[in-house]
């Protein structure tokens, strides 16, 4: 096979051999329903009970505050709708920021039109919220907080303690989309303090479709799939067993191999920057500079000259995965809302390239990507008049 450079890890991951393994028997022989009476579904409920413990125990919660979801999409709109409904009498104010998901940003557009108040929260230029401005941004109608853990497009990991102590200070809930934290950045809910946070298994090497909420005990909130008793009645359609006994023993794995994971992947991602950053002129670097700030596996510039679509596509010839904020490669008109908030102007913005590495790379992939990605640059800004007038209008040419 030609060479292949998977460079794309937050998009998804792949499922460990481990995990698909653990998984296997519950599409055959361990097949019954959780819900039925007989001990063929002994096996199922137990199996799922241990996930529930694997992944309480991962972000050090109860079981009992545990939900498995459908995938990180799910527990978003869940956090969104299940706590506006839950909570419309006491009040119609949600607070987000500008740069969370689109399963954040769009459940907020629909609860606006369903009478609810969004306030979007602008981020500083390299993606963090003010915890000054959240705090003066809470009125009393305000019910709900929703800030993001750790950026999917720059890395930004927010100051989700703090945030969870204004929150509590003022009595309104608090939900974190951690779906790019979970198993790449110590979670610990007791310690952050948040109410709510969604995680999805195809991030961290689990199966992809099936994810889990952390709902803390007490907390009020609505139905979002509404049937059957399952998930104590929280969340009715039968259990994807294989898929949650996939996603325990991947947040089981990722969380036993975490710190030197981190510290492998740092050592990766600063590596490739710093190589990026001499190799290529004028990069500019998107998120945070202070690495300790940013997802261990999160690698985001930008080459004024060269347009992400068409960088993709050579990088894809040079068999390296990768992704870009520019406008076609997400399937809208606009480039990323990510990068626009941080300031970036939209030829900057289109000309954005997101590494971000896993588990199956290794120091020979970043190597690789050093010698290739700055040749494709070279070459591509030769054929770009937008390059030739920057070089012009600096006076280097
Ligand atoms: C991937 C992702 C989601 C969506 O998760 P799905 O499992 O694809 O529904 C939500 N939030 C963030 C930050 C993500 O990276």
């Given amino acids: 096979m030609a060479k292949l450079v998977y460079m794309d890890n937050s998009a998804t991951t792949f499922t460990k051999p481990e995990v698909l393994e653990e998984m296997l028997p519950y599409f055959t022989q361990k097949f019954g329903n959780p819900s039925s009476m007989y001990r063929m579904s002994d096996l199922t409920r137990k199996a799922i009970a241990t996930a529930r413990e694997q992944v309480a125990k991962a972000i050090n919660a109860d079981p009992k505050e545990i939900f498995f979801t459908a995938g990180g999409s799910e527990g978003d709109n869940w956090a969104l709708k299940g706590i506006a409904y839950a909570n ?28 609810f108040e969004v306030t979007y929260l602008p981020v500083d230029d390299e993606g963090f919220v003010s915890v000054d401005a959240l705090k003066a941004a809470i009125t009393d109608k305000t019910i709900l907080v929703s800030v993001m853990f750790a950026n999917n497009e720059i890395g930004t990991i927010m100051p989700i303690k703090e945030i969870a102590k204004v929150c509590k200070e003022k009595g309104v809930y608090f939900h974190t989309d951690a779906v790019q934290a ?27 479709g099936v ?12 139905n979002l799939i509404h049937g059957g008793a399952q998930e104590k009645g929280k969340r009715a359609s039968t259990e994807n067993t294989p898929g949650i006994v996939g996603l325990g023993k991947a947040i089981e794995l990722a969380t036993s191999e975490l710190e030197e994971e981190i510290a492998r992947l740092t050592k990766l991602r600063d590596k490739l920057t710093k190589g990026l950053m001499e190799k290529i002129p004028h990069a500019q670097l998107n998120g945070p500079k202070d690495g300790s700030k940013r997802n261990p596996n999160n690698v985001n510039m930008s080459f004024i000259g060269v347009e992400g679509e068409t960088l993709l596509l050579d990088l894809d010839d040079a068999g390296i995965c990768a992704s870009t904020g520019s406008a076609c490669a997400s399937g809208s008109l606009d480039p990323s809302h990510v990068l626009l908030a941080i300031g970036c102007k939209h030829e900057v913005a289109h000309g954005s390239l997101r590494l971000t590495l896993g588990a199956g790379n290794t120091e020979e992939d970043v190597d690789y990507a050093l010698e290739t990605i700055p040749a494709i640059i070279k070459r591509r800004r030769e054929m770009s008049p937008l390059w030739f007038d920057f070089l012009k209008q600096r006076g280097e040419k």
Avoid: C, W
């Fill in 88 to 115: 419309r009498s006491k009040g119609n104010h949600i607070i987000t920021t500008e740069i969370e998901h689109h399963a954040i940003l769009h459940a907020g557009k629909f609860l606006e039109k369903e009478g």
């Fill in 211 to 222: 994810g889990a909420m952390y709902i803390r005990k007490g907390v009020k909130i609505e």
């Fill in 182 to 208: 979970v198993g790449h950045v110590p979670v610990d809910v007791q310690d952050l303090g948040v109410d709510m946070l969604s995680m999805a298994g195809h991030k961290f090497y689990g199966p992809k």
